[in-house]
T-cell receptor, first 117, second 111 residues
Framework: KAGVTQTPRYLIKTRGQQVTLSCSPISGHRSVSWYQQTPGQGLQFLFEYFSETQRNKGNFPGRFSGRQFSNSRSEMNVSTLELGDSALYLC????????????????FGPGTRLTVL | GENVEQHPSTLSVQEGDSAVIKCTYSDSASNYFPWYKQELGKGPQLIIDIRSNVGEKKDQRIAVTLNKTAKHFSLHITETQPEDSAVYFCAASNTGNQFYFGTGTSLTVIP
């Protein structure tokens, strides 16, 4: 079974631009979560999509948005990029949580390294 | 919201020794506690997890213990090997599927 894939793997943008990152979950997984990873802040939760609906949201400004398609693929968009947005953006997929242990297991992709100049 | 604290931030051990990483959480509603290993240039990899109705779980050289009353859980790696060198993250989650991560422990195994 293929793992979580993210594209592109590396991205360089300038301040003020916008960017769209893509994530394809493991086949059968309906939940996709996005995280920002930086050396100083660790893994920060952005949002989670389940069956095309945003189910959970972290404490990030509205410049960060996402969506999920009917095939569970997800995109994340960052508008008006700032220098501080430079980070590794990770997505993770799962069956969707709940009481069953295997429904909680979350698997990460390799990440997209975004550099804002 | 949930707050997960992880200690130590760095850990060096001799090959063959044991390593222990500890995490505490604040929300009693958290009921799922995974551990991830992240190697350089890669995404975090799930290595072991535990639910709140279990006190201990073991998988070969790694084990996780959970103390619900004290709200802390620990990762134990025995007979460490150089390939165990990586950054390890703990996390806490509830049935709502929102995960909260610790700040990571950089483990170095010295040959």
């Amino acid at each position: 079974k293929a793992g979580v894939t993210q594209t592109p793997r590396y991205l360089i943008k300038t301040r003020g631009q916008q960017v769209t990152l893509s994530c394809s979950p493991i086949s059968g997984h309906r939940s996709v979560s996005w995280y920002q990873q930086t050396p100083g802040q660790g893994l920060q939760f952005l949002f989670e999509y389940f069956s095309e609906t945003q189910r959970n949201k972290g404490n990030f400004p509205g410049r960060f948005s996402g969506r999920q398609f009917s095939n569970s693929r997800s995109e994340m968009n960052v508008s008006t990029l700032e220098l501080g947005d430079s980070a590794l953006y990770l997505c993770a997929s799962s069956l969707g949580g709940g009481m069953r242990l295997d429904y909680n297991e979350q698997f990460f992709g390799p990440g997209t390294r975004l550099t804002v100049l | 919201g949930e707050n997960v604290e992880q200690h130590p931030s760095t850990l060096s051990v001799q090959e063959g020794d044991s390593a222990v990483i500890k995490c505490t959480y604040s929300d009693s509603a958290s009921n799922y506690f995974p551990w991830y290993k992240q190697e350089l240039g890669k995404g975090p990899q799930l290595i072991i997890d535990i639910r709140s109705n279990v006190g201990e779980k073991k998988d070969q050289r790694i084990a996780v213990t959970l103390n619900k009353t004290a709200k802390h859980f620990s990762l134990h790696i025995t007979e460490t090997q150089p390939e165990d060198s990586a950054v390890y993250f703990c996390a806490a989650s509830n049935t709502g599927n929102q995960f909260y991560f610790g700040t990571g422990t950089s483990l170095t195994v010295i040959p």
